[in-house]
């Protein structure tokens, strides 16, 4: 049975939750790692490690976003903007 258009199959939702878990891992993990490192060279008590957390959560939720935006809106590669040579 085919989807009707403006629908979305169980995968279109299950590859935007595994993608939004995977990219808030991701950021999280290498924000807070990367602030980690810059307390210990600096000597600070965990002050760029909960500004890599915060950063991370914020890059992780405003990539998520952009994803919905995209299932939402899908581009049809006939309506881009011709390239400028």
Request: with cysteine; net charge negative.
């Amino acid at each position: 049975m085919p989807i009707k258009p403006g629908r979305y199959s169980g995968r279109d939702y299950l590859g935007l939750a595994l993608s939004f878990g995977i990219t808030m891992m991701a950021s999280v993990l290498v924000a807070s790692w990367c602030g980690s490192w810059l307390d210990e060279k600096l000597g600070t008590p965990g002050v760029f490690w909960l500004f890599g957390m915060l950063g991370g959560i914020y890059s992780g939720f405003h990539l998520f976003i952009e994803q919905i935006e995209r299932l939402e809106n899908p581009q049809d590669p006939d309506d881009r903007a011709p390239d400028n040579w």
